[in-house]
């Protein structure tokens, strides 16, 4: 997958690939998102990712599990990165009914990462079995990717481990502007907002967040509506108007633009495309 500056890709789909980082540093130079939820199995190595407002450092050995939908960034790895990565529908989820958690704590944007069994075989096979092209194959890696999916939701832990933001460079006053995000992005709130709440300039927190992630606070502030968005079109009938102004918008007119100019389509077109491909 190639690594590209801020940008929404409507859907990867249903994909299996090795992901191999020699010794040089390769990372995503802004967040972006896309309409999946997104498998890491690191065999070698370990990543830092920024994702829905928490650092999270992976290390090998661990299935991590989140939704694409929400800006995430991979911001550091390991010096000999090597594992196999999945995409797949978030519709796919969503139709597993899977009980307890861990459907809604993917969604708020957690990361979720499971170090408990040997996973290195099954990938690879897995692997081997989309390879093939043949469709019985791939359905035995969707099941058995199910299965593997519902175990790890019988584990899951009450809540999340606090996360550490990198020292240095603001990264903490970084980490303390999006979360405040996270919390507000349903209410009119914009830069003055966060400088005043938490006693900073606004030029200063501009500057600041733009460094630290590579895109400004207000295209970062659009992306998690949008999320907010998806999350709705594909598990509710609520009409376009209702999801825009919960999911923090204005109008249903600025809503479209927005949800147009970050996702290539329409709100209605978004939910008809990927309800279907859950079908």
């Known amino acids: 997958m190639a690594l590209t500056a801020t940008s929404h890709i409507a859907s990867l789909g249903f994909r299996l690939w090795r992901m191999q980082r020699q010794q040089k540093r390769v990372t995503m130079p802004a967040p972006h998102t896309h309409a999946d939820i997104e498998i890491n199995y690191i065999s070698n190595g370990w990543i830092r990712y920024f994702h829905g407002q ?23 790895h390991g010096p000999d ?25 993917l969604m ?3 990361l979720l990462a499971d170090a408990r069994g040997a996973d290195q075989a099954q990938l690879e096979d897995w692997l081997k079995l989309y390879e093939s092209g043949d469709a019985d194959q791939r359905q035995v890696v969707r099941l058995e990717l ?30 303390r502007m999006t979360e405040l995000l996270g919390q507000r992005y349903q209410e009119p709130i914009g830069v003055q907002d966060v400088a005043e709440a938490l006693n900073l300039h606004p030029k200063y927190c501009h500057t600041l967040f733009k460094k630290c992630c590579g895109m400004t606070l207000w295209n970062y502030l659009t992306g998690l509506r949008i999320a907010h968005a998806e999350r709705l079109l594909l598990t509710t009938d609520q009409n376009v108007l209702q999801i825009a102004l ?27 495309q990927h309800l279907k491909a859950a079908s």
């Not at 019988?154 to 933001?165: E, F, I, N, T």
């Open 54 to 76: 928490r650092f999270y450092e992976v290390n090998a050995g661990a299935f991590a599990v989140f939704w694409a939908g929400i800006p995430h960034q991979l911001q550091d």
């Open 81 to 105: 990165l090597q594992g196999i990565w999945i995409t797949f529908p978030v519709t796919w989820l969503l139709g597993w009914q899977i009980p307890g958690r861990l459907p809604d704590a």
């Open 108 to 110: 708020a944007g957690e």
């Open 146 to 175: 199910e299965a593997r999916i519902r175990r790890q939701a019988l584990h899951l832990p009450a809540a999340p481990k606090k996360s550490q933001a990198p020292s240095g460079g603001g990264a903490e006053q970084f980490v």
């Open 246 to 272: 919960d999911a923090g918008f204005a109008t249903s007119s600025a809503f479209y633009v927005a949800f147009k100019k970050q996702t290539g389509l329409t709100p209605a077109g978004f939910r008809k």
